[in-house]
T-cell receptor, first 117, second 112 residues
């Protein structure tokens, strides 16, 4: 069964370092998302990506964050200079159609846990 | 804008007992509602969703949920809990073709 895969499963980094989280969405999906979950808090939307550009982003997704789909298969989230408050579980998701409603189901990866020291 | 409130961050039920996980939503437009489950060390998996039509929705693993517009609720139920149901459950809402907004989750523990 097709699945969304994420690497690494856990990354520990020092504050101020750059981090890249990688995702391989399901191959025929067109819409890609990053969500994050700070420990004990809700799953929060970060960004959506379609047709090689950001379609929507939240207020969390500031200039420290960027996404790209460099090779048609990987979908990456980069955090340029990590802060302590970036420690969270980051989930990648993909969807064949527009998320929500009858447009399509979001398929989530297992998450990448980022710990910033 | 949409929001979701899940009442009870932790719920414990005995094996074989009724499971009831509560979700209330707020939406300025007709909502689309979802329940996702996260088993330990796994990603989020869709349990069921309501878009339009029948308000009682059946999902995987014997779960169902009922959309009640008058109560702005979408509670998740299962008649008889199984040990394998132990997981974190997330309610989510969206407007048509928009991003999902999640609740804070409810951790379900099954007591043998």
């Amino acid at each position: 069964e097709p699945e969304v895969t994420q690497t690494p499963s856990h990354q520990v980094t020092q504050m101020g370092q750059e981090v890249i989280l990688r995702c391989v969405p399901i191959s025929n999906h067109l819409y890609f998302y990053w969500y994050r979950q700070i420990l004990g808090q809700k799953v929060e939307f970060l960004v959506s990506f379609y047709n090689n550009e950001i379609s929507e982003k939240s207020e969390i997704f500031d200039d420290q964050f960027s996404v790209e789909r460099p090779d048609g298969s990987n979908f990456t989230l980069k955090i340029r200079s990590t802060k302590l408050e970036d420690s969270a579980m980051y989930f990648c998701a993909s969807c064949a159609g527009l998320a929500g409603g009858a447009g399509g189901e979001l398929f989530f990866g297992e998450g990448s846990r980022l710990t910033v020291l | 804008a949409q929001s979701v409130t899940q009442l009870g961050s932790h719920v414990s039920v005995s094996e074989g007992a009724l499971v009831l996980l509560r979700c209330n939503y707020s939406s300025s437009v007709p909502p689309y509602l979802f329940w996702y489950v996260q088993y330990p060390n796994q990603g989020l998996q869709l349990l069921l969703k309501y878009t339009t039509g029948a308000t009682l929705v059946k999902g995987i693993n014997g779960f169902e949920a009922e959309f009640k517009k008058s109560e702005t609720s979408f509670h998740l139920t299962k008649p008889s809990a199984h040990m394998s149901d132990a997981a974190e459950y997330f309610c989510a809402v969206s407007a048509r073709n928009e991003k999902l907004t999640f609740g804070t989750g409810t951790r379900l523990t099954i007591i043998p």
